[in-house]
Structures are given as C-alpha cells and as structure tokens.
C-alpha cells in the first residue's frame, strides 16, 4: 500500500513538474516572441540609419539578449567604429567555444565587422540572444544592400544628368567662343551691326539651351529623356529612311501621320531595325522586315515582323537589360526603346512569330 | 570665293547651329541645316546639286553623348557622295572616335570649342584639295583615300580601289552609266557587272 501511495505522490509531482515546465516554456515563447516582434520592428530604421539604430535602440537589443555588441570597418571611405555594453571579449561559453558571434559586411566602399558578446548567457537566453544575432546580422545585411541599390540608382542619375550637362557644355563653350570672336573681329559698324542681329536672332534659341541647363542644374530629379516633344511624324517615311540607314529592306503596308515623340520613335527604330541588320549579317540572311501600320480606336499600332530570323535571347528577355551583353553601354537598347516608349505614353512588347518575332509599337494619339 | 561652296551643317544644338550657319554664310558658303543623323540623310537624297563640304557634328540624336549616330552619318554621305569632304567636329574627345572617323574617310576632326579661325582655316583646306581634286578630275585622273586592313591582301585592296573608283565616277556623271563607263573605259556592260558586284545603288531624290 505504501510503496503504491509512494508512486502516486511520485507521478503527481512529476506530473506538476511538466505542467510547471511547459507554462514556463510557455511563457518563454511568448516572451521571446514578443522581443523578435520588437527587433523585426527596427528594421525600417535600419534601412534608413543603419548603424544609429543599434544606438539607438540599445534597449530593444538588450532584451533579445544582445547586450555587447562592436562593429568597426570603413563607412563609405571613412573608418567607422562602435559599441554597445560591455566589451566583447571572447570566452569560453560551453557549447560555443570563444562565445563571440561576427559577420562580415562588404560592399563597393563599405566593409564592416560586428560582433556580439555572449559571455554570462547561458541555458535558452544563450540560444535566444544567437537566434537573436542572426536576425539582427540580417536585418544589418538587408539593409546595407538596400542603400547599395539606392546609392547605385542615384549615381546612375547623377551621371545621366552629368552626361548630357557635359555635351551642352561644351556646345555652350563652343557658342559663346564663336560669339566673341565674331564680335571680337568686327571690325566695321555695318560688320557689328549685322552680328548683332544675328544675335538678337539667336536670343531665343539661346535662352532655351540655358533654360534646360538650368533645369539639370537645379533639380536632382530631372531626366533629360523624360521630357515629350509632340512633332508631327510621318510614320512610313520614318520607318523606310530608318531601314534604309540600317540596310534593311523594308516592305510596308499602311501609313499614318502621327502626333508623338519624335525622339522615343527614332528610338525604337534605330534599336529594332539596328538588331535586325547585325542579327541577318551575323547569320548571312538578307535582311528584311515586314512593316504594317494598323489604326485602333485611340491608338496606331505598327506590327514589326522578321519571322525569317531567330531570336538571340529568349522572348521575355528581350527588354531586359544586358540580356544578350555584359559589356558596358551595350545591350540596353531595346531596353532603353520600352522606357522612352513608355515615357512618351505608349507601348513596346514582342510575340512569337514564325521562327522569329513580330515586336509591336503602340502609340496612343490621334492620328494628326 | 571664286564660286559658292555648299557646306552641310549636322549639328543638334539649335542655337550653336544657327550661329554656325550665320558665320558659315558670312564666309561666303552656301549652308544647308540639319540637326539629326535623319534630317541629315533626308538633305542629302533631297538635294541635286552639289554638296562639297560637311561640317558634322558625331554627337547626335538619340545618342548625343556617343559618336555612334554621327559616324554612321557620315559612313553613308561618303558613300553616297564620295567627293565629300568632311570636317568632323566634336566634344568625343576619346582618340577612338577619331582615329574611327579618319578610318571612314574624315578630311579634319576639330574638338569642341573650336575657332572660328581654325574651322576657317579646315574649310579653306578642304576647299583647296576639293578644287585640286576638280582639276585632276578634268584631267581624267582621280584621287582617293582608302581604308583597308593590311592583313587581308593585295586582292582585298585592289577590289576596294575598285569600288573607290566605281563609286566616285558614278557620283560625278550623276550615276549616268553610259558617260561614266565612258570616263572609265569600260562598256555599259563592265560597269554595270561592278555596280552588281559592289551593290552600289542608285539614290534617287
């Protein structure tokens, strides 16, 4: 009887014990999955100061169990170092060896090392606060990507700007050095007079280039190709002198006058019958392209064919930039085509044709 | 100026090629304006008289910043209108654009900013070898300028010589087969086996 109670007391205290066990595990849970929320929720801070959030928010890492934290490296050219707590220094944590965790961050001009102390942690804080680095080490790498592709983006706007401030430049440079030497070497009334004429001709022409100057100059966000110039286009003449620069025999049908972007149609034009002419030289087919201009309700809609000549690329690559060349400058073409055709409104897209493509040029005006 | 010279004026920016234009008059040329590699094309198929000179700018739409659309303009006047000379005038500073430039036939590269005296002093220059290569012409002796790689032989060249030659006698009857295989000694027959042979097409305005 009394070894039977001795088992009874013993299965109910084991049965509190797991009970017990189970509400603090419980507990735990939640605690720890309350402190991931509260981490996960710096992450849009991060991506706006990366490092000043770990200062910041130091509380918020204490409670993950990221109390010792160091970072040091090169911050966009400049040597950047921190710390949060105690000193990281290693020691032996059982199960960890010196109980340091670090990640390596490197990117075009900045690298940087964290690390995190987990010296004192032992038992499910030590395995919270790992869990812990690890998000925090991607978060930080998430992060640092993000501002790379920001950085890169507005490089690559500056330099657009940059570029096409560099060719007026110089034409400015060239027109005001004509100007002066003209004026400089009249050298009779009549001589002056008739220059200044000139001038006062080519005042308005002037005026125009130092007002798009300026425009580069003083807004950040301006791009020289987003601006639409509607000029009245003849739409085969157009295509024929572009086959025609191109080599490529052209056999149309339809016309239409239109009201559009003259620059984003001699775009598409240039790159489509372009590729066309290196694609039949490469491969000692003649080259041709069958045109046909189609009038929708609101929209013109001209059908380039080749179906004699195969694609280089896959259909739905044939618009993505450098899908046929790594090189510098090359293989954006078709790419750059869609953006100006969108910019001005209208559409660019390709389908199978044959054991070519048919690429189809949508422009959404009135015929003028 | 004995007789007007025609000088083609390719440039994009519209007020640097109204000034051009003026002081290209005031010289004593007889200008004709474009601002794109198309316009430019256009002027030459348009125009039946003679263009002797082309001040071209490399830089032109839709790749202002590249000297691709102005090469590729002046590759086609000088096969349309051999006797071309071409001042190139550029901001493409790279040695690579020039040396293309002088390889499809170039007379001159200026860089941007030019002088006025220095394109002055260009234009002269082309002017006197169009005049010289004018008078060898009425001598029945022609000048050319070719470009063709080393490597590929004698026989490479000499067709090349051909085409040159071909092309340049055609340009100058006015693509009149009959005087120009007269000029070239050949029979209609001969010339038109080259014209085939070298895919020299008519142009028509």
Redesign the interface.
């Known amino acids: 009887m009394n070894e039977l109670y001795s088992v009874a007391v013993a299965l109910v205290t084991a049965g509190l014990s797991v009970g017990t066990t189970l509400l603090w595990l419980r507990y735990l849970s939640r605690l720890h999955r309350q402190r991931m929320d509260q981490l996960l929720a710096l992450r849009d801070q991060m991506h706006e100061d990366p490092l000043g959030t770990l200062l910041r928010d130091q509380h918020t890492l204490a409670q993950v169990g990221l109390r010792s934290l160091d970072w040091q490296g090169r911050w966009y050219g400049a040597p950047v170092a921190g710390s949060l707590g105690p000193a990281v220094r290693p020691a032996q944590v059982p199960g960890l060896g010196p109980g340091v965790l670090s990640q390596f961050f490197q990117y075009d001009d900045m690298s940087l090392t964290l690390r995190v102390g987990l010296k004192g942690l032992r038992g499910e804080r030590l395995l919270f606060a790992m869990q812990a680095a690890e998000v925090l080490f991607a978060m930080l790498q998430g992060a640092l990507a993000a501002r790379q592709l920001a950085l890169a983006a507005a490089v690559n706007q500056r330099a657009r700007v940059s570029?096409?401030l560099?060719?007026?430049m110089?034409?400015l440079?060239?027109?005001?050095?004509?100007?002066a030497?003209?004026f400089g070497?009249a050298d009779t009334d009549e001589l002056l007079m008739?220059?200044a004429r000139?001038l006062r001709?080519?005042a308005a022409?002037?005026a125009?280039?130092a007002k798009r100057m300026a425009q580069a100059l003083l807004n950040p966000a301006w791009q020289p190709s987003a601006r639409v110039q509607l000029t009245a286009l003849d739409l085969s003449a157009?295509i024929l002198?572009?086959g025609?620069?191109h080599q490529v025999a052209i056999d149309i049908e339809g016309t239409a006058t239109l009201q559009w972007d003259g620059?984003a149609l001699?775009?598409v034009l240039?790159n489509l019958l372009g590729n066309v002419s290196c694609l039949s030289r490469e491969r000692l087919l003649s080259a041709r392209c069958r045109v046909v201009i189609r009038e929708a309700e609101q929209t013109i809609q001209v059908h380039f064919e080749t179906p004699q000549l195969p694609l280089e690329v896959p259909l739905e690559k044939l618009f993505e930039p450098w899908s046929n060349s790594r090189a510098l400058?090359k293989g954006l073409g078709m790419y750059q085509a869609r953006q100006q055709t969108e910019q001005a409104g209208g559409q660019l897209y390709a389908e199978h044709l044959g054991s070519g493509i048919r690429v189809v040029l949508c422009v959404p005006c009135q015929k003028s | 100026m004995q007789n007007k010279l025609t000088v083609m004026l390719v440039e994009d920016?519209?007020?640097?090629r109204?000034?051009?234009a003026?002081?290209l008059e005031?010289m004593g040329y007889v200008v004709l304006l474009a601002g794109?590699?198309?316009e430019g094309?256009?002027l030459s198929r348009q125009t039946v008289s003679q263009i002797e000179l082309a001040v071209l700018d490399l830089?032109l739409?839709?790749t202002?910043?590249?000297a691709t659309a102005g090469l590729?303009l002046m590759r086609?006047l000088i096969l349309d209108r051999p006797a071309l000379k071409v001042l190139v005038l550029t901001?493409q500073d790279e040695p690579a654009v020039a040396l293309q430039a002088i390889s499809l036939g170039a007379f001159d590269f200026l860089n941007?900013?030019?002088?006025?005296?220095r394109l002055r002093e260009a234009l002269a220059r082309a002017a006197l070898f169009l005049r010289a290569e004018k008078q060898l012409n009425a001598n029945g002796q022609t000048r050319m300028t070719l470009t063709a790689p080393i490597a590929e032989g004698v026989k490479e060249f000499g067709e090349a010589a051909q085409e040159g030659l071909v092309r340049a006698v055609l340009a100058d009857s006015q693509f009149n087969v009959a005087q120009a295989a007269r000029k070239l000694g050949l029979t209609r027959e001969h010339l038109y086996y080259f014209i085939k042979k070298f895919g020299i097409r008519r142009v028509t305005p």
């Open positions: 570029v096409f560099q060719h007026d110089r034409n440079a060239q027109w005001v050095q004509l100007v030497e003209d070497a008739l220059r000139r001709k080519n022409l002037a125009d280039r157009q002198q572009a025609h620069l620059v001699t775009s240039d400058h | 920016d519209a007020s640097l109204d000034w051009w003026g002081s005031e794109s590699v198309a094309w256009a830089g739409p839709p202002p910043n590249e590729e086609l901001g941007k900013p030019a002088s006025s005296q």
